[in-house]
């Protein structure tokens, strides 16, 4: 590797003991430093699932998982088909997809049906009452789920299934969140790219790689960051790292992806930059179009998941939360984030405004009719500035 070349990191950071590692430690040296970490299976020790879900051979418990949610339907992939740059995906019965996978570990991980990925399955949105894990302190400042258990509509909290040789594609995650990955049981490798390295993959349209291990890749940017994670541990993905992922043996993991005060810019950085893209595929019809910006944000939408106006009502619903927070009697540093000491809805709260003015800044959201949100978003910054004033004058410590 030659002096130009950046360096990128070899090892992962590991976690041990929760007993010794604090909320304000993971906050500094892994949310704000968009950086990878591992925890030990020690975080998870307690999840009820670590148990149901897995014999004492460290395998997924069919008998259990098919009592329990042998009818649902779940989303399920093809690792053997390239279809743009993810697997197709078809809906089954869990019971079908068990049975499945039981004849293809039988046949020596062979099908005709080739290998079959579940992945994607909301299984707590779909089993609220099955209270199989609790998301670690660590990841539960999460505007991006809190935003949509408000509005009923959707979450990004899923379970993954795949026999050894089951694998995800080269990608980052939805709105470059943030993600943590726990193994209930099985083992995974990591390939992970930290931000901006991916550029160097392109190809000459400007597509990303499916499979980052391809030889004629190898010498176009120095080697992802390999982890493996065994049964228990708990990997935090940042922002917009890329990255590849492995079944090494029979897995079963839970996974979130999350936004917050951290990475919102990030999420508003890729929102631009997607839009941007949208403009440059349909500029040839802008002049003859009447509502071509309103036809860019539909794309945006369909592409991503959110469009502009709703990525205000994101913003917006955050705020309402965290000023009606306020203003209950004294808010107390609670043991957990679910209820977040006065700093942290303060760190949020400037979050929200510096976002906002950014967004409010933007000559594509200008175009958007943005007066006729409820409430206006210059209403809406005004009243931020005032909460955010109060809270100066009575003294709160503004660090975080
Ligand atoms: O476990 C996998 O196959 C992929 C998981 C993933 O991409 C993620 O957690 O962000
Ligand atoms: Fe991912």
Same mark, same amino acid.
């Not at 726990?182 to 390939?191: D, E, F, I, Q, T």
């Given at each position: 590797?030659?002096?130009?070349?950046?360096?990128?990191?070899?090892?992962?950071?590991?976690?041990?003991?929760?007993?010794?590692?604090?909320?304000?430690?993971?906050?500094?040296?892994?949310?704000?430093?968009?950086?990878?970490?591992?925890?030990?299976?020690?975080?998870?020790?307690?999840?009820?699932?670590?148990?149901?879900?897995?014999?004492?051979?460290?395998?997924?418990?069919?008998?259990?998982?098919?009592?329990?949610?042998?009818?649902?339907?779940?989303?399920?992939?093809?690792?053997?088909?390239?279809?743009?740059?993810?697997?197709?995906?078809?809906?089954?019965?869990?019971?079908?997809?068990?049975?499945?996978?039981?004849?293809?570990?039988?046949?020596?991980?062979?099908?005709?049906?080739?290998?079959?990925?579940?992945?994607?399955?909301?299984?707590?949105?779909?089993?609220?009452?099955?209270?199989?894990?609790?998301?670690?302190?660590?990841?539960?400042?999460?505007?991006?789920?809190?935003?949509?258990?408000?509005?009923?509509?959707?979450?990004?909290?899923?379970?993954?299934?795949?026999?050894?040789?089951?694998?995800?594609?080269?990608?980052?995650?939805?709105?470059?969140?943030?993600?943590?990955?726990?193994?209930?049981?099985?083992?995974?490798?990591?390939?992970?790219?930290?931000?901006?390295?991916?550029?160097?993959?392109?190809?000459?349209?400007?597509? *990303?790689?499916?499979?980052?291990?391809?030889?004629?890749?190898? =010498? #176009?940017? &120095?080697?992802? %960051? /390999?982890?493996?994670? +065994?049964?228990?541990?708990?990997?935090?993905?940042?922002?917009?790292?890329?990255?590849?992922?492995?079944?090494?043996?029979?897995?079963?993991?839970?996974?979130?992806?999350?936004?917050?005060?951290?990475?919102?810019?990030?999420?508003?950085?890729?929102?631009?930059?997607?839009?941007?893209?949208?403009?440059?595929?349909?500029?040839?019809?802008?002049?003859?179009?009447?509502?071509?910006?309103?036809?860019?944000?539909?794309?945006?939408?369909?592409?991503?998941?959110?469009?502009?106006?709703?990525?205000?009502?994101?913003?917006?619903?955050?705020?309402?939360?965290?000023?009606?927070?306020?203003?209950?009697?004294?808010?107390?540093?609670?043991?957990?984030?679910?209820?977040?000491?006065?700093?942290?809805?303060?760190?949020?709260?400037?979050?929200?405004?510096?976002? *906002?003015?950014?967004?409010?800044?933007?000559?594509?959201?200008? =175009? #958007?009719? &943005?007066?006729? %949100? /409820?409430?206006?978003? +210059?209403?809406?910054?005004?009243?931020?500035?005032?909460?955010?004033?109060?809270?100066?004058?009575?003294?709160?410590?503004?660090?975080?």
């Amino acid at each position: 590797m030659d002096a130009l070349t950046p360096q990128i990191a070899t090892r992962i950071d590991r976690i041990e003991d929760p007993d010794t590692f604090s909320y304000d430690e993971f906050f500094r040296k892994y949310l704000i430093a968009n950086t990878p970490c591992l925890f030990s299976a020690e975080f998870s020790r307690l999840w009820s699932s670590r148990r149901t879900w897995v014999t004492p051979e460290n395998k997924p418990h069919w008998g259990n998982l098919l009592r329990v949610f042998g009818d649902a339907i779940v989303p399920v992939a093809n690792c053997d088909v390239k279809e743009y740059n993810a697997n197709p995906k078809e809906l089954l019965p869990l019971r079908e997809y068990i049975a499945y996978w039981r004849e293809y570990t039988e046949n020596g991980g062979r099908s005709a049906r080739g290998c079959l990925y579940l992945k994607d399955w909301h299984m707590r949105r779909e089993f609220p009452d099955e209270d199989v894990y609790e998301t670690p302190l660590y990841f539960s400042s999460d505007w991006l789920n809190e935003y949509w258990d408000s509005i009923a509509m959707d979450d990004y909290r899923f379970v993954y299934m795949g026999p050894v040789g089951s694998w995800t594609p080269f990608h980052a995650d939805v709105f470059r969140s943030y993600s943590w990955s726990a193994n209930v049981c099985g083992r995974k490798k990591w390939l992970l790219l930290p931000p901006g390295q991916e550029e160097l993959l392109r190809d000459d349209s400007g597509n *990303l790689p499916y499979d980052v291990t391809v030889p004629s890749l190898r =010498k #176009l940017c &120095p080697p992802p %960051l /390999e982890v493996i994670q +065994e049964a228990g541990e708990i990997i935090f993905v940042p922002s917009g790292w890329h990255h590849q992922v492995y079944n090494l043996e029979d897995t079963i993991s839970i996974n979130h992806n999350w936004v917050n005060g951290c990475n919102v810019s990030v999420m508003w950085r890729f929102l631009q930059a997607e839009l941007s893209a949208v403009q440059r595929e349909i500029n040839e019809w802008r002049e003859t179009m009447e509502d071509w910006d309103q036809h860019c944000q539909i794309i945006l939408r369909s592409c991503t998941g959110i469009d502009y106006r709703e990525f205000f009502s994101f913003l917006k619903i955050i705020a309402e939360h965290r000023i009606q927070a306020l203003q209950e009697d004294a808010p107390q540093p609670g043991p957990h984030l679910m209820s977040p000491g006065p700093q942290h809805i303060h760190f949020d709260l400037r979050k929200i405004m510096e976002t *906002l003015i950014s967004l409010m800044d933007n000559a594509d959201f200008q =175009k #958007l009719d &943005p007066e006729t %949100l /409820e409430p206006r978003p +210059e209403d809406l910054l005004r009243e931020l500035q005032r909460v955010m004033a109060l809270r100066e004058d009575n003294g709160v410590n503004t660090v975080m």
